[in-house]
């Protein structure tokens, strides 16, 4: 799916990451599965506008971009191709919303041109989105209300989430590398005096 060249990269970096991060590489590379697979080859050579590179230079170079510096670079990918699927399946958002609130109205500005009754797909998280309906509030004013109802995630985010949980925290073994084994002598305990 995604090529040799691609897979070797992409392989490499897991095996550079620590036993315990592994599973998150690995769950990345789960994401880049299943987005290349929905999105096509052609997604890896795009540049993403202004100062972004396109993924294949992100896997090159294996450096994470501002405002992603807190993940690797595997992982901004997969946030990327998570984000691509889903505004290609339910197009794109029209505003960002933090779910750590439940509050459902009023979230975000509405765009202009809006009316009651239509549902706007919002982003919550890296392929998550769930629609907010138009609303007349009594003072004739127009809100949105969120529908938590039908929040969802694209397949390449779901995917990295599944993977993630089964894989649990590692240490997972890739091939091309023999495990290692340590072993050293404990010193006896000291005797009590």
């Known amino acids: 799916m995604l090529g040799d060249e691609r897979t070797d990269r992409t ?8 036993l315990t991060r592994r599973s998150a590489e690995l769950a990345a590379i789960a994401a880049l599965l299943v987005g290349t697979r929905e999105l096509g080859e052609g997604w890896w050579a795009k540049p993403r506008g202004g100062k972004l590179p396109a993924p294949d230079e992100v896997v ?11 993940l ?16 290609q399946m339910w197009g794109a958002p029209v505003a960002q919303v933090d ?8 979230r975000f500005g509405l765009p202009p041109g809006v009316k009651p009754g239509q549902r706007l797909v919002v982003h919550f998280d890296a392929g998550g989105r769930l629609d907010a309906v138009v609303a007349r509030r009594p003072d004739e ?13 694209s397949r390449p985010a779901e995917a990295q989430w599944s993977w993630g949980v089964a894989a649990g925290l ?6 091309g590398r023999a495990p ?8 006896p ?5």
């Open 60 to 70: 090159r170079t294996a450096v994470a971009i501002e405002p992603w510096t807190d």
């Open 141 to 153: 004013e127009l809100g949105s209300n969120l529908d938590f109802q039908s929040l969802r995630y």
């Open 180 to 187: 290692t084994r340590t072993r050293a002598r404990c010193p």
């Open 72 to 87: 690797t670079a595997l992982e901004m990918l997969a946030a990327w191709i998570s984000d691509d699927a889903a505004d």
């Open 170 to 175: 590692g240490p997972h073994r890739l091939p």
């Open 189 to 193: 305990r000291p005797s009590a005096s």
């Open 99 to 106: 779910l750590n609130s439940w509050q459902a109205e009023d």
């Open 11 to 18: 392989l490499e970096l897991a095996l550079g990451a620590q």
